[in-house]
């Protein structure tokens, strides 16, 4: 029977246990959004299967200048950034780990301030996020967007196809598409923010457009079995709003991914960071019929511990189980939850930014 430990071909990354680093924006890259050597050191730390995890997310890496949100997170984009991941890898590797890339766009949650010439920054829609965003100036409220050209879409879809290539270049097992948490994916699936009459807005069909046409192009390019994505149906993250009709797009997006032949899903139950249930709010969302669409490996997150993780693997509810803060402050998480250990809790005040091992490279492992 399988269980948390236990080894699963995902696609054709071959993993030892099925514990997953999540993805976690740490806003720590060097001038050009190139990652360095501490960034090196926190990825190896966390690499060695028996100890660290099976499977490591890199976090939120922007696919182009213009896909950028937040101060000093990682690009996928230069010649540098290829050559700064390449270390991040070449030490995962050498640890026995595997590691695959989140590949961002974050479309409308930007600020023009972190934009190439001060633009503005681009979604399905000239309406803007009531959120903030993290600048070189501290908090601030996002920019107001405008809505992508058909052009510009074609664009950005060849620049998700160089990002997969650089991907693959830079070492990586494959990559992770970011869908979730109200980014552009996500601005373009959700009519509650979509409001474009082309082919890219309107029927449930033309906004999964953008996410299928992004996902197919990844696959011609580096294979379907190097290749993942993460979806997040319910969360009301960065202002995104409630779809009319989550459960229906969803199913409709994950018979695209299936057909595609994707290595897996990675879906978020419920609030990303929050709760996993929302049926107070009215919002509720049937997650093992979304599973029963999609034949590759199905892997969940969202403030999942070790009783529920175990549970998770052992009834076949999920194949994958994603670790975010857990594995922030515990680098060895596989071996704690395999020992039954107490986990240590990450420092709230170090999650983004900083130049030294404060907070980042400092969790010790047991043992
Ligand atoms: C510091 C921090 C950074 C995060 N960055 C990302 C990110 O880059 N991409 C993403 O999809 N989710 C991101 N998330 C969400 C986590 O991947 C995860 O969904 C969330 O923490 C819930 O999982 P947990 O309960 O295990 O922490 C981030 C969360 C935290 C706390």
Redesign the pocket.
């Known amino acids: 029977m399988s269980n948390l430990f236990s080894p699963l071909q995902v696609g054709q990354i071959a993993l030892e246990n099925r514990v997953v680093m999540?993805?976690?924006?740490?806003n720590r890259a060097s001038a050009g959004r190139v990652p360095n050597d501490l960034m090196v050191e926190y990825y190896r730390q966390r690499a060695k299967p028996a100890t660290g995890m099976g499977l490591i997310i890199t976090?939120?890496s922007q696919i182009s200048p213009m896909g950028q949100g937040y101060l000093d997170t990682p690009g996928i984009y230069s010649p540098e950034q290829v050559a700064g991941w390449k270390k991040v890898t070449d030490a995962v590797h050498a640890e026995g780990g595997k590691i695959v890339i989140?590949l961002?766009h974050v479309g409308r949650i930007s600020h023009t301030s972190l934009l190439p010439e001060g633009a503005q920054p681009v979604s399905s829609t000239e309406k803007a996020a009531n959120t903030k965003t993290y600048t070189a100036e501290g908090f601030a409220p996002v920019s107001a967007p405008r809505a992508l050209t058909l052009p510009e879409i074609a664009e950005t879809i060849e620049d998700y196809r160089k990002a997969a290539r650089n991907a693959i270049e830079a070492g990586f097992d494959g990559v992770e598409i970011?869908a979730?948490?109200g980014y552009l994916l996500e601005q373009f699936l959700r009519d509650s923010c979509n409001d474009r009459t082309d082919a890219y807005g309107g029927s449930m069909e033309n906004r999964a457009r953008l996410t299928l046409e992004v996902a197919t192009v990844i696959v011609e390019e580096i294979g379907a079995g190097r290749t993942g994505i993460?979806l997040s149906p319910i969360t009301p993250a960065n202002d995104i709003g409630q779809d009319s009709n989550p459960q229906a797009l969803f199913e409709y997006v994950v018979k695209g991914l299936a057909r595609l032949g994707l290595a897996y899903v990675h879906v978020?139950e419920g609030a990303?960071?929050g709760p996993r249930d929302l049926s107070d709010e009215g919002i509720t969302f049937d997650f093992p019929a979304l599973k029963k669409l999609f034949p590759g490996a199905w892997m969940v997150?969202?403030?999942?511990d070790r009783a529920m993780a175990m549970d998770a693997i052992e009834t076949g509810k999920a194949d994958l189980i994603?670790?975010?803060?857990?594995a922030?402050a515990n680098p060895d998480l596989t071996y704690r939850l395999e020992k039954n250990a107490e986990l240590a809790v990450p420092d709230m005040k170090r999650?983004?930014g900083g130049s030294g091992p404060e907070g980042y490279t400092d969790y010790p492992s047991l043992g």
């Open positions: 999540a993805p976690l924006t740490r976090e939120a989140q961002w970011h979730a948490n993460r978020v990303t960071g997150n969202n403030g999942y994603a670790f975010g803060k857990p922030i999650l983004y």
